[in-house]
């Protein structure tokens, strides 16, 4: 059992990096194995494992497949199921079914900020799969008592932090800073860069009066969802960080987020800001 406990820490430890992987655990056995269902491996992209499922060639056959199911990236988890004698020459001559799983990195989702919205906003998200970057120069805000499940904390002012760093096209970008002129220098570096997600909470007014002080929308990179969230009506941090992560999630399953927006900082609504809108705002 300790080492099946290993395999799940590591398991752990693993969606927290960009690495890949995949989980197989002994589902079910038949006649004599060398392993019980409930054993569980966990295999690295570049072959190395930790845990086992009975060694010889049913262990080899199982790292096969596992490489084969990380080299497609739409792979789904599977069942493969093996007679040891008939189909691998083990001479145990039972039979046994592994249950394959990819484990592949969730996507980053940077949030800028470390205050009353930020901080349910990186639970949830966490929970829900993101690897979470909480950025934020407030020692005594951004920490790892407050921010527990957070895979990263850069405890640097915004413009150090991003004077030395270039998103990628995957990350999610949330902007919650602690000022309206913290959340104008974030957005004006992140409009630059492709990404998959950018989002900025505020009101009608904040939001306009940010985006006259920026370059023209033809000239960015990212689509703005201002206010940032759903629209669920939402009031509290705690309603605010679910109508944040939900859209988050509805980007990532490739849904169209347009339709509906939250609140902001319920100071008043605005409209979506993608590029066509923002040509007449700029």
Same mark, same amino acid.
């Given at each position: 059992? /300790? ?16 690495? $890949? ?13 060398? *392993? ?7 295999? &690295? ?11 010889? *060639?049913? $262990?080899?056959?199982?790292? %096969? #497949? ?6 497609? +990236? ?26 394959? %799983? +990819? ?13 009353? @919205? ?14 979470? =970057?909480?950025?934020? +120069?407030? $020692? ?5 008592? #407050?921010?527990? =499940?957070?895979?990263?904390? !850069? ?20 902007? @919650?800073?602690?000022?309206?002129? &913290?959340? %104008? ?17 505020? /009101? *009608?007014?904040?939001?306009? #009066?940010?985006? #006259? ?5 033809? *000239?960015?990179?990212?689509?703005? &969802? ?5 629209? !669920?009506?939402?009031?509290? +941090?705690? $309603? ?34 993608? /590029?066509?809108?923002?040509? %007449?705002?700029?």
């Amino acid at each position: 059992m /300790s080492s099946d406990k290993t395999v799940l820490d590591e398991v752990t430890t693993l969606k927290d990096t960009t690495q $890949e992987g995949v989980l197989v655990i002994v589902v079910s056995t038949d006649g004599h194995t060398p *392993q019980v269902p409930g054993a569980k491996m966990l295999v &690295h992209a570049d072959g190395t494992i930790k845990g086992t499922v009975g060694g010889g *060639q049913i $262990e080899n056959k199982a790292v %096969e #497949r596992a490489l084969a199911l990380l080299r497609d +990236p739409n792979a789904s988890p599977r069942v493969e199921t093996w007679h040891l004698l008939h189909d691998l020459g083990m001479c145990c001559g039972g039979r046994m079914s592994l249950y394959m %799983e +990819p484990l592949r990195p969730g996507p980053r989702l940077l949030l800028f900020g470390a205050g009353h @919205v930020a901080l349910p906003t990186a639970r949830l998200a966490r929970e829900s799969g993101f690897r979470v =970057t909480v950025v934020d +120069p407030r $020692e005594d805000w951004n920490s790892s008592h #407050r921010f527990p =499940t957070a895979t990263e904390r !850069i405890v640097l002012s915004y413009e150090d932090f991003l004077s030395d760093f270039t998103p990628s096209p995957t990350d999610y970008v949330v902007i @919650v800073t602690q000022g309206h002129e &913290h959340d %104008e220098f974030v957005l004006r570096h992140m409009v630059k860069h492709p990404l998959c997600y950018l989002g900025m909470i505020g /009101s *009608q007014r904040k939001i306009s #009066r940010t985006l #006259r002080k920026l370059p023209p929308a033809s *000239q960015w990179n990212a689509e703005l &969802h201002a206010p940032v969230g759903l629209d !669920i009506g939402a009031e509290t +941090p705690n $309603e605010i960080a679910v109508a944040i992560v939900a859209e988050l999630i509805q980007v990532r399953k490739g849904k169209d987020v347009n339709a509906s927006k939250a609140q902001g900082s319920n100071e008043g609504a605005a409209p979506t800001l993608s /590029s066509p809108v923002m040509k %007449e705002i700029a």
